[in-house]
C-alpha cells in the first residue's frame, strides 16, 4: 500500500512538473521588434487596436470590405506581424491578428466568427497564417473565401475545396523549407498561386528578430517585407504576381 501511495505520489509529482515546465515555455514568445510595431501605430493610414483576443488593424481611409484573419507562427508575438500587414492595411484591407491560446495555433479551438466579429463592416474573409498558424489555418479555410500561407503548407487536403489560396515561402526559409512547401502543393488547389522569395527566411515574414533553425536571409528585411506586401496585395486585388500595384 505504501509503494503504491509513493508511486502515485510521484506520478503526479512529475505531471504537475511537465505542466509547469509547459506552461513557462509556451509563454516565453518571441517578441515582436518594437521600432518596426511604432513605425505601424504612427502611421495615420493604419488604425491599430488590442480587442483582447486579437489585434485588429484597420484602414482609415477607404476600407475595400474584406479581412484577413491571421493565425501567428508558434510562441510569435502577435504584434511581430504589424510591419508585415502595414500596407497591405493601408491599402484598404483590414486584418485581424488572433492571440492562440497558450501562444500554439493548435491550442486555439475558437471559430473564425470569433475574430471576424471585430470588422463587421467586411464582406469578404480569407483566413491565413505564418508557420504552425498556417497550419491551423488550413483547418479553417473550409469557413472562409481565401487561405493565405507565409512561410507554411497545409498538413491536410483542401485541393477540392473552391478557397482562394495564396502561399508566399521563402527560398532560405530553413523551418518551412522549399522542399516541404513543395511536398504538401499537391494539398491545395490547383489554381493556387504560388510565390517564393528569393532569399527570404523563415523570420522575416514578421519582425522579431532571428529564430532557431532558421536559414540565413540573402535579402534585407525591408525587401522581404515589400515582396511579401506586394505578393499579398496582388493577391487580393486579383491582378498578376509583379504587377505595379502603385
Known sequence: ????????????????????????????VMQG?????????????????????SVVMTPTRSPDGRGIVFIPGAKVDPYAYLATFREVVASGTTVVITKPTLHLAFFDTR?????QAHAPTVRTWAVGGHSLGGVRACQLAKDADGLLLLGSYCAEDVSRSYVDVLSVSGSRDGLSTPAKVAAARHLLPTTATVTEIRGANHAEFGAYGDQPGDGRATISRADA???????VRAWIRGVPPGSDLH
Open 33 to 53: 521588434t518594437r521600432s518596426a510595431a511604432l513605425q505601424v501605430w504612427r502611421d495615420d493610414r493604419v488604425s491599430v487596436r488590442d480587442a483582447g483576443d
Open 111 to 115: 471559430p473564425l466568427a470569433t475574430f
Open 1 to 28: 500500500m505504501n509503494r503504491a501511495l509513493r508511486w502515485t505520489a510521484w506520478t503526479v509529482a512529475v505531471v504537475v512538473l511537465l505542466a509547469v515546465v509547459f506552461l513557462v515555455w509556451a509563454n516565453v
Open 225 to 231: 517585407r515589400k515582396q511579401i506586401s506586394d505578393a
